[in-house]
């Protein structure tokens, strides 16, 4: 179950308009802080990101499932279900045998995945298959968004990059 400041923030997101994967990011923020804070782990910081979209089309998020060569039929199907769970009426209460089988293994699960290295990783793996295009739209966004001292910063952090990418070859 969500925490109720997770709900409230998407709740407050959709009342401004924002869009439901924006909505759907506070659910995947607070599965994060979860594995971070070691309330159970992942495998990998994918199934933490699904675990997190998982709970938001069923706390009711208008997120669609993936598309079809977007993802297998399996996640395409679970995704289904998810969003049909989050549109019932009358919630049905979780199997406490299943959820404590669940909460067991994650907590077996290591905890690497939510690490600031794993997650950028896969942002730029995702960016990466996104293509150019969204790569340059986003980079534009960002300039556009940062403002002048958040640009500075990031050209600093850059060039520091840059720097020590040199040092080490």
Request: aromatic share 0%.
């Amino acid at each position: 179950m969500p925490e109720q400041e997770t709900l409230e923030q998407a709740k407050k997101d959709e009342q401004e308009g924002k869009a439901p994967s924006t909505q759907a990011g506070e659910f995947v923020r607070e599965e994060v802080h979860h594995v971070r804070e070691g309330k159970h782990g992942a495998r990998s910081t994918k199934q933490a990101i699904a675990i997190g979209l998982s709970k938001a089309r069923r706390a009711g998020v208008k997120l669609a499932a993936p598309r079809k060569g977007k993802a297998s039929a399996q996640v395409r199907k679970k995704a289904q279900r998810d969003i049909r769970k989050g549109q019932a009426s009358r919630k049905r209460k979780p199997s406490p045998a299943r959820s404590r089988a669940i909460s067991g293994a994650l907590k077996r699960e290591g905890r690497a995945a939510a690490s600031p290295k794993s997650l950028a990783r896969q942002a730029r793996s995702t960016a990466r298959a996104r293509g150019p295009v969204a790569r340059h739209k986003a980079a534009i966004k960002a300039v556009r968004t940062k403002g002048k001292t958040g640009l500075k910063l990031a050209a600093r952090k850059a060039a520091q990059t840059r720097t020590s990418h040199r040092r080490a070859a």
